[in-house]
């Protein structure tokens, strides 16, 4: 059980370091006049997943989740992936990339990297840790609720950046890539 305290501290890490890239860029984005949409929403994803990391060790620790190796072993490879993807994207996406929707007026659409072929990859690869983290332990309960409150809010978020984009690139269609 130590070893997935480990591993859900170093997603934890991972993820203050992607606020500390995400600082850096949202500085480059307004440096050049960029625009931030969807402020409301904002808190509520960084308490959900918050809230994703803090449940996977409350449910496991306290509920008593076992790690079971035809299980555990097949997420841990999703939860590496998804952080690989993840990577990819940030990457891709250069000074641009920022957990919050900033868009920067008459930039074209990044379409290389994994936005050859997902509209959104970022959010794929969300998804896929927010049900593949907690099962590493079996934190079952944990996984349906992230999945549900997660998808909930990705609707309202991916709304949010096609509308930015829209609004501030002339050749954005509605399903822009963000």
């Known amino acids: 059980m130590i070893w997935y305290g480990v591993l859900v501290l170093a997603t934890g890490a991972e993820r ?5 890239v995400s600082t850096r860029n949202a500085k ?3 440096a050049r006049g960029g625009v931030e949409f969807g402020r409301g929403h904002y808190p509520a994803m960084v308490a959900l997943h918050t809230g994703l990391l803090l449940a996977c060790l409350a ?6 989740r076992p790690f079971i190796p035809w299980l555990g072993w097949p997420m ?12 990819w994207c940030i990457a891709t996406l ?20 994994p936005y050859r072929w997902f509209t959104h990859p970022n959010y794929v690869a969300v998804v896929v840790e927010g049900f593949a983290l907690p099962l590493v332990h079996t934190a079952w309960i944990t996984a349906v609720a992230f999945t549900v409150l997660n998808a909930w809010l990705l609707v309202v978020r991916i709304r949010c950046e096609n509308r930015a984009l829209a609004s ?11």
């Open 59 to 64: 449910e496991v620790w306290i509920g008593g």
């Open 76 to 87: 841990l490879v999703l939860v590496l992936a998804s952080q690989a993807l993840r990577w």
């Open 16 to 20: 203050i370091a992607e606020l500390i």
């Open 28 to 30: 480059w984005s307004f």
């Open 168 to 178: 501030v690139v002339p050749s954005a269609a509605p399903a822009a890539r963000a």
């Open 94 to 113: 250069g000074p641009r990339w920022n957990t919050r929707v900033i868009v920067v007026r008459d930039l074209p659409l990044v379409t290389g990297g």
